[in-house]
């Protein structure tokens, strides 16, 4: 959802109030831990607590239910769509393949590494790294790049920079199932 407010436009992330597998309350301290790190968007200061739990809200069924939300500065357009949208434009039958221009594709590049440095500098990974998880800024930062969607992400260090344990029991496949050929 994406809500115009009068000084800026911001969006607030959804999760059924009782989902057993709930995300913003990590993706929330995420944001908070790293608040003001280049290419890691930031909550919106001013709306409640940032993280509203249990907010009952009318589905288009017309049920109320009750709602975690998470708001957040609004970004531009990812680069998954990007890419989509490029491709869709500029291929034809006499070129079926499409090169973005090389210094587009180093800045990227640079900036999807820096802002991956930066997660992993405040001790956390991603677990979801893919394209649609980049966003342009919005704005004076549209050549910016941000890291979206930490729900996933996990701490790996703690916070005198030792390594945390993990079960690897219990491990299993996470984030957004890809297959290659």
């Known amino acids: ?3 115009n407010n009068k000084k800026r436009n911001f969006m607030a992330k959804v999760e059924w109030a009782d989902h057993p597998h709930q995300q913003l309350q990590q993706e929330h301290r995420i944001y908070t831990i790293l608040k003001w790190k280049p290419g890691i968007g930031s909550v919106v200061e001013g709306i409640g607590t940032h993280l509203s739990k249990n907010v009952v809200l009318k589905t288009a069924d017309g049920n109320n239910d009750r709602f975690n939300l998470l708001f957040l500065d609004q970004l531009g357009i990812d680069l998954s769509t990007i890419q989509k949208r490029m491709r869709d434009l500029y291929t034809t039958k006499a070129n079926p393949y499409y090169c ?4 587009t594709v180093i800045n990227c590049a640079t ?3 820096m802002v991956v440095q930066t997660l992993h500098d405040g001790y956390f990974i991603h677990r979801d790294i893919k394209l649609s998880n ?3 800024g919005g704005g004076i930062e549209k050549h910016m790049l941000y890291l979206i969607d930490f729900g996933l992400s996990k701490q790996y260090k703690n ?4 390594h945390m344990n993990t079960d690897q029991k219990y491990q299993v496949n ?3 199932k890809v297959s290659y050929s």
């Open 1 to 3: 959802a994406i809500v």
């Open 111 to 113: 900036q999807m590494f």
């Open 159 to 162: 916070s005198y920079g030792e």
């Open 174 to 176: 996470i984030g957004t």
């Open 100 to 103: 973005m221009n090389k210094h």
């Open 134 to 136: 980049f966003m342009m």
